[in-house]
Each structure stands twice: as C-alpha cells, then as structure tokens.
C-alpha cells in the first residue's frame, strides 16, 4: 500500500467513513495479530485484544502525526492495549513455578528449526508475566525500568521475571528438540 494509498484511508477515517475504516482494518489486521499473539494465551483473547486497540485507533486518529509511520503508533497503540488487558486479567491467572532446567547446549539449532508459528507458541505457553516482559523487553525492545512503570512492578521484578522467562523457554526447547529427535 503506497503512502497516498494510507493518507486517504486516515483522511476518510478521519471523516469517519466506514469503508476506509474497514479498508484499514483489513489492511493492518495481520500485523496487529502478530503484535497481539505474542501477548495473548489464545488467538480469540489476542482477536479481542486487537479488537480493543482498532477502536482505540479510531477513537484517537486525530492525534497521530501524518508525518510518521503509521505503522509504529499502531503498533504502540496494540502493545499499550495488550498491557491493559494483562492488568485486567492479572487476578485471574496463577503465576506458573520455575522449572530448573540445564543449559541447552546447542540452543541456536534448535532454534533454526522452529517455525515462527511455534515459537509464538512456546512465548504464549509462558504465564502472563513472563510471556509480558519477554516480548516488552526482547522484542520491542523496552528498558526495565520502562517495564516496570507499565506493569507496575519493580525494576528488579522486570528482571527477574525476564531470567524465569528465558529460564523456561530453555526448558521448552530442550523438551522440544528430545521430541524433534525422537521423530
């Protein structure tokens, strides 16, 4: 989609035209699964999520800078949506204990072989906690005081929960690659 292309679609957004809300939905709704999957436990929680962050999109289209890429203030939109809904949720989910696990020696073949499809799969298999800050801080690339602030933890608490979720996602892929190799 060209730059004049999405200028349209904000401006008829703008005016509220339904089409170009649509057209824009359509647009940007597999990026914005892929941004909501890694915060979500299920497709139909990160559908809502999603959801939730296209209104909010609407609702504020008139504070976006035209001059910057679209793309990015979307994407903070739904990762601002997606800490929202953990906070909700929060009281609801049980932190899940460490597992001690060894040191996978060869961690960056087993990760070759992963699909993307199942490494989103082992993220969300992490509790809400760790699954949260893995992605702020590895993949969006949030500070840990920055964590802290948005999901109202201590610094030390982003860091740990970040050591627990590596420490578990090592536990994932060992029991991934035993069964990788018994097939």
């Given amino acids: 989609m060209s730059d004049g292309t999405l200028q349209t679609l904000i401006t008829g957004?703008?005016?509220?035209?339904?089409?170009?809300?649509?057209k824009l939905y359509q647009r940007f709704y597999p990026y914005g699964m892929s941004v909501c999957l890694r915060y979500t436990d299920t497709e139909e929680e990160a559908i809502e999520v999603l959801n939730d962050g296209f209104m909010k999109v609407f609702a504020k289209l008139e504070t976006f800078d035209q001059q910057k890429p679209f793309q990015s203030w979307f994407r903070r939109?739904?990762?601002?949506?997606?800490?929202n809904h953990y906070h909700k949720n929060?009281?609801?989910?049980?932190?899940q204990p460490i597992e001690e696990g060894n040191q996978?020696?060869?961690e960056r073949s087993i990760l070759s072989h992963l699909s993307y499809e199942e490494m989103i799969r082992l993220i969300?298999?992490?509790?809400?906690?760790y699954r949260t800050v893995f992605n702020l801080f590895v993949i969006d690339g949030y500070t840990h005081e920055e964590i802290a602030e948005a999901l109202q933890i201590s610094?030390?608490?982003s860091k740990s929960n970040l050591f627990r979720a590596r420490a578990n996602l090592r536990v994932m892929l060992k029991k991934n690659s035993k069964i990788a190799c018994k097939v």
């Fill in 77 to 83: 939109i739904l990762i601002n949506t997606s800490i």
């Fill in 104 to 106: 996978v020696a060869d």
């Fill in 13 to 22: 957004c703008l005016k509220g035209k339904r089409k170009s809300q649509e």
């Fill in 155 to 157: 610094v030390g608490a």
């Fill in 124 to 129: 969300q298999d992490l509790s809400p906690v």
């Fill in 90 to 95: 929060e009281k609801h989910k049980h932190h």
